[in-house]
């Protein structure tokens, strides 16, 4: 149903504290897959001043020096100042990892075992996971979540590229989209909240970031003389990072997904190898969404899946296109089960998941970037056909 509505979505860039502990986490879930394809992966993390602990559990081939890891990530970050209390030289770094528990893995592995129900390879854990795709934009996702990505992507580019020099790592933003009978008409406000050195003016941070980022990428046709713009609101942003505030890993979910728009199953992404099916199946539910929406079966589709642990089958699928498709949604669900195949085992190796591509997802969302393969579009003409 269309409507009328103010909706707001949030990005946050690669300095903030829980985007940091992401990036450690898939940094070192790359690592593993780099040596060894088949690592089992749970690692999660901590910053806070000038620490970074690690936790969870591991199982792998892989040869790592997990220290260089962490530093490695860091810097790509930019947390690198001589300023910075949180420095990729300085850390200290803390290792608590262990190995999987051999109960959850021999659910996940494709062997019998004393009361599992089937030798297949099962879901590494129960859950339920979302996928959602629409036509707002290009990339058919939500506007309101992939106009906040692109201020914080142009202010990422701004730093590191451009080199301005006051610029640091620790940025947010926020963009709040008017919609009458559900098309979007304006922007109704605008906030970017971005770390910078203590000798930079305010009245320099909001007329760079209006001029250099927001006119820049945002659609000119939306911005007009009644958006507000709320750029560093406290009036100064100069402690940040690990230092103003602890991060861990899988605390922003709704940034990494739809910004609120859609539906979310509660699991986190980062640091979990594609045996986690609170990763891969949220990827492989995007990238069914995605075909259903591009085939032109509907205008917005959500398609919720849900897993037990150990089992090789989902234990639920549905799907919703909120009155927008040509067909029925019962149809559109048994064609999407005749095209893909929702076992755990078979999402990884459709999506060839089993490869360290996974830094490139942590920042700016998951979805919507070109390169990644639940991006991809080419199942649409067998969706048409299979309907």
């Known amino acids: 149903m269309r409507q009328d ?3 707001s979505s949030e ?12 990036y450690i986490s898939d940094s070192i879930l790359d690592a593993c897959l780099e040596q060894d394809p088949l690592s089992r992966v749970a690692c999660e993390t901590l910053v806070k001043s000038n620490c970074v602990f690690l936790a969870g559990e591991i199982t792998t081939n892989a040869d790592l020096n997990y220290e260089s890891v ?5 810097r790509d970050i930019g947390y690198v100042n001589e300023d910075d209390v949180f420095h990729a030289d300085k850390v200290f770094i803390s290792n608590i990892l262990t190995a999987q528990s051999t109960d959850i893995a021999q659910g996940v592995d494709a062997a019998g075992a004393d009361g599992k129900g089937s030798d297949e390879q099962g879901a590494g854990d129960q859950g339920i996971m979302f996928g959602y795709a629409c036509q707002q934009t290009a990339e058919l996702m939500p506007a309101p979540v992939m106009y906040a990505h692109r201020l914080l992507r142009e202010m990422a580019h701004q730093r590191k590229e451009i080199g301005i020099p006051w610029l640091r790592p620790d940025v ?5 989209l008017e919609y009458i009978d559900g098309q979007p008409v304006g922007i109704k406000n605008v906030v970017i909240s971005t770390q910078h050195t203590s000798d930079v003016k305010h009245a320099k941070i909001k007329e760079f970031c209006i ?11 939306l911005l007009n003389d009644d958006t507000e713009y709320l750029i560093n609101p406290t009036g100064s942003f100069v402690i940040g990072g690990p230092q103003g505030d602890a991060g861990l890993t899988g605390r922003k979910i709704i940034v990494d997904t739809y910004g609120g728009w859609a539906r979310h199953g509660g699991g986190a992404f980062s640091g979990k190898d594609p045996s986690k099916v609170d ?4 990827y492989f539910t995007r990238w069914v969404a995605k075909n259903i929406v591009a085939a032109g079966l509907a205008e917005a589709c959500e398609l919720e899946v849900a897993y037990a642990i150990g089992h090789p089958h989902p234990t639920s699928i549905h799907v919703d296109t909120f009155g927008t498709s040509t067909v029925e949604d019962t149809k559109i669900a048994e064609a999407a089960q005749k095209v893909f195949s929702f076992k755990p085992a078979d999402i990884v190796s459709q999506l060839d998941l089993l490869r360290p591509i996974y830094r490139e997802s942590t920042n700016y ?6 390169n990644l393969p639940w991006e991809s579009t080419a199942k649409a003409e067998e969706l048409k056909a299979a309907l």
């Open 5 to 7: 509505l103010i909706f």
């Open 11 to 22: 990005s946050v860039g690669e300095g903030h504290p829980d985007k940091v502990a992401d």
């Open 70 to 74: 962490v530093r490695e990530a860091i």
């Open 172 to 176: 947010k933003s926020q963009v709040a």
């Open 211 to 221: 001029d250099e980022v927001i006119r820049k990428v945002l659609p000119e046709e």
């Open 279 to 282: 990763r891969s199946a949220a």
């Open 365 to 370: 969302g998951h979805f919507a970037k070109e």
